[in-house]
């Protein structure tokens, strides 16, 4: 019992040396915390960012260790850019948010504006009949063409008239409505059903890594509208 007890008395005496470092000869590397900041490297320099922009100048130094990604390309320095867009904008709002970037103050930001129409409507129309029964007669001559048409409804001014198609674009109401002259029907044309709303979106094609990191934290007005992931390619 005895030997027992000096046993473990004398464990104890290691144990306290050891955590005391009294031991050189067997000491092993602790970390405290004093060693732990003495070892940061300019902890001034780490900042927090939102999601976006790391995401965006994760793409960048992506592309830059692999060249020819679709959101990035090179820049005029040989280092990795990417596209960024913010909006869209209703006319009105373009020049708030365009005072807002030169008010950065940032060198080489650049950016264009891409404009587009929401919320429109058209259809390519053949008309007016003199009534239903026209209407019908001159249906079945398309058929026999294998030309599809539809009656208009809803739209008093037009009936009865023939409709080709409903477009979301004025630019796809025209180029169907070339398909259709060149196919004989006329005379026909493009109606606007619902006016559409131009908005503009504000691309920075080229944003280097800093650069987008601080476009992707920026809220433009009037909505606090941000960059973002080019939708499409440059």
């Known amino acids: 019992m005895r030997a027992l007890l000096v046993a473990l008395a004398a464990a104890n005496v290691l144990v306290l040396a050891w955590s005391l470092n009294w031991l050189p000869f ?6 405290r915390e004093p060693e732990r900041l003495q ?32 959101a990035a390309a090179p820049g005029t320095d040989g280092g990795a850019t990417v ?50 029964a026209a209407l019908q007669r001159r249906r079945a001559e398309l058929q026999r063409q294998q030309i ?44 606007t059903i619902n006016t559409p709303v131009i908005v503009t979106l504000l691309r920075v094609e080229r944003a280097d890594g800093p650069m987008a990191a601080r476009l992707t934290q920026l809220s433009l007005p009037p909505a606090g509208s941000g960059f973002r992931p080019c939708a499409t390619p440059p």
Do not use: M
């Not at 780490?46 to 999601?51: A, H, N, S, Y």
């Not at 995401?55 to 060249?67: D, G, H, M, N, V």
């Open 83 to 132: 596209c960024l867009e913010a909006g869209p904008f209703a006319a009105s709002e373009v020049a708030a948010a365009e005072r807002a970037l030169r008010d950065l103050k940032l060198t080489n930001l650049e950016w264009t504006q891409q404009r587009s129409e929401r919320g429109g409507s058209y259809i390519v129309y053949h008309g007016r009949f003199a009534d239903n």
């Open 148 to 191: 599809s048409a539809e009656p208009v409804t809803s739209s008093p001014d037009l009936e009865p008239g023939l409709s080709f198609g409903r477009f979301d674009t004025r630019a796809a109401a025209d180029a169907a409505l070339a398909q259709i002259q060149q196919q004989g029907v006329r005379p026909s044309r493009v109606v």
């Open 26 to 31: 067997f000491s092993l590397p602790r970390e």
């Open 39 to 70: 070892r940061q490297v300019r902890p001034e320099a780490v900042q927090l960012i939102t999601p976006s922009a790391a995401s965006a100048a994760l793409q960048a130094a992506a592309a830059q260790r692999a060249p020819g990604g679709v």
